[in-house]
């Protein structure tokens, strides 16, 4: 009996969409809890290629989350045992691990041979990012942030607005699970929640989970989902560039003190808090660029900044690079 012959008999899948998963090619981002989830779920449902990017290793405070991994692997990239893990569920896929991060340097070339793009990464800089590559590819996203015992799962953009258009003001805090904590199974049923987003998107079930929001609240047990098909793109929106892409021709200034990072985003930056910037006339034709860690900061001075900028603003966050 072939693997797939339960799934076969659905009629949503059938030969037909069992041919459909077999010729698609999905990009992950990121190796943690959600893709512990999301991971095995597409092997196992047969999806043709999946490239798995995550620059980190495997931590022993990982392991309440990402099940993927053993106390046996701690210390190994994420990207690569993930990987490996898929390939034992299934032999009959294609499947790439690689020890590295998405960036604005390499996104469009991983991401233009896609069909679709989840994004399984704790980083607000990164989920952005991949909204804007994919709003311009017209690839599928099917993004999921979770922190505490809540978070959401989202289709974006091959179609339907983006990330931007639904959260179009940066986070209130740059909190991550690794600095505000996150409960295994809260992540677990996000994972699950992006898998089912990403068939449903493959297979082109009706209605799409593109345009479609699920909100997850373990605490209450009050969850939520609605449809933002008519969300319009934000007019003004700060796009994350790399530091290989500023010039000596751009205003460029270093958010982070010395202590945070000894050496700046760009040999030309200028290191200042957000209440020091002060730009002169001479100035104002120039591109403007924010550095910071994680790009909070960077957003911030760009809101406080843009009313009186005529100019482009763009974000450095040195976590995606």
């Given at each position: 009996m072939s693997r797939y012959a339960r799934q076969m008999m659905l009629p949503q899948v059938g030969g037909e969409g069992q041919a459909r998963l077999a010729a698609a090619r999905a990009l992950v981002v990121g190796a943690g809890g959600l893709a512990a989830s999301a991971l095995p779920l597409l092997a196992g449902a047969g999806v043709g290629q999946i490239d798995i990017f995550d620059g980190d290793v495997i931590e022993l405070s990982n392991l309440h989350r990402q099940t993927l991994f053993t106390e046996a692997d701690v210390g190994r990239a994420k990207a690569e045992v993930a990987a490996e893990r898929c390939r034992a569920l299934n032999s009959g896929i294609v499947l790439a691990g690689t020890k590295r991060s998405i960036t604005p340097e390499n996104v469009v070339q991983n991401s233009q041979n896609a069909d679709l793009v989840l994004d399984c990464a704790d980083s607000y800089a990164v989920s952005y990012l991949l909204s804007?590559?994919?709003?311009?590819?017209?690839?599928?996203?099917?993004?999921?942030?979770?922190?505490?015992?809540?978070?959401?799962?989202?289709?974006?953009?091959?179609?339907?607005?983006?990330?931007?258009?639904?959260?179009?003001?940066?986070?209130?805090?740059?909190?991550?699970?690794?600095?505000?904590?996150?409960?295994?199974?809260?992540?677990?049923?996000?994972?699950?929640?992006?898998?089912?987003?990403?068939?449903?998107?493959?297979?082109?079930?009706?209605?799409?989970?593109?345009?479609?929001?699920?909100?997850?609240?373990?605490?209450?047990?009050?969850?939520?989902?609605?449809?933002?098909?008519?969300?319009?793109?934000?007019?003004?929106?700060?796009?994350?560039?790399?530091?290989?892409?500023?010039?000596?021709?751009?205003?460029?200034?270093?958010?982070?003190?010395?202590?945070?990072?000894?050496?700046?985003?760009?040999?030309?930056?200028?290191?200042?808090?957000?209440?020091?910037i002060e730009i002169s006339d001479t100035n104002r034709g120039k591109r403007l660029a924010l550095c910071c860690a994680t790009g909070l900061r960077a957003w911030r001075a760009a809101e406080q900044l843009q009313p009186d900028w005529p100019g482009e603003i763009v974000l450095v966050a040195a976590a995606t690079s």
């Open positions: 804007d590559t994919c709003l311009a590819l017209g690839k599928p996203l099917i993004s999921a942030s979770v922190l505490g015992l809540g978070g959401y799962a989202g289709g974006f953009c091959g179609g339907a607005p983006s990330l931007r258009a639904v959260f179009p003001e940066a986070p209130d805090s740059a909190a991550s699970c690794a600095t505000a904590g996150v409960l295994g199974p809260v992540v677990s049923i996000l994972g699950s929640i992006q898998a089912q987003m990403a068939l449903s998107a493959l297979l082109g079930l009706a209605p799409s989970p593109l345009g479609q929001m699920v909100q997850v609240d373990a605490q209450t047990w009050r969850n939520s989902t609605f449809r933002f098909d008519a969300a319009p793109e934000p007019v003004t929106a700060f796009c994350f560039v790399a530091p290989s892409d500023l010039t000596a021709d751009d205003l460029i200034f270093e958010l982070r003190s010395e202590a945070e990072a000894p050496h700046p985003a760009h040999p030309s930056a200028r290191r200042m808090t957000i209440p020091e």
